[in-house]
């Protein structure tokens, strides 16, 4: 009598060709088409963001300049004293139009972006000083942070006398905290300093 055929023996057949037509003993049959490759994403930013870098890139080029700072790309820009909304009473009360002193005639504009993303700073104590051609600081004042079309550090200055001076920004670590694992160096976690030279001030309109 001959011995019955055993049901994992029945059950190799079967899978062997299923193995065969799927291509996966690679022995036979054709290899599927590969599906074509998709196309890397192209990175996009919502439109104020880039709006807010396309005014930013144009008014550095065309009315400042820039240099590079420890892990920073800071850039400056210099315009006519301008007003800005601030705080009644100096507090948080109600927000009133502050004008330009008759002896401000310049406003300064500081704008520190981390080097590696482009990402403008927030939280960043900053001491900018006006240094004539003999090295003395004409005027020197903290910072204000301001919400304009571009997120900006700056402040009216008092600069009567028309020539070319430097520019020195203090740049303290900022004041936000940081993710990071134990032993890391936490970034931007040093004092800076930005110097800009010949830079030309003359009474703005």
Known sequence: MPKPVLPSLLLAVPLALALTGCGGSGQSGNA???????????????????HQHTVLEAE????GGETKAGEYRVGYIVEA?????????GGHGKLVNREPAKNET????IIPMEAETGRIVPNVPIRLEVVDAKGKVVQAQSLNFYHA??????????????GKYTLRATLQPPTFLRHGASGEKPALSE???????????????
Request: net charge negative; glycine share 4%; proline share 11%.
């Open 60 to 63: 550095i080029a065309a009315r």
């Open 149 to 162: 079309e571009f997120f900006h550090y700056a402040n009216n200055f008092s600069i009567p006398t028309a």
């Open 32 to 50: 599927p088409d590969k599906a074509p490759a998709k196309a890397p994403a192209k990175e996009t930013a919502p439109a104020g963001v880039a």
């Open 106 to 109: 310049h406003h300064i504009e």
């Open 81 to 89: 004293a301008e007003p800005w909304f601030q705080s009644e009473h």
């Open 191 to 205: 004092t800076v300093t930005a110097t800009f030279a010949g830079v030309e001030l003359k009474p703005e309109s």
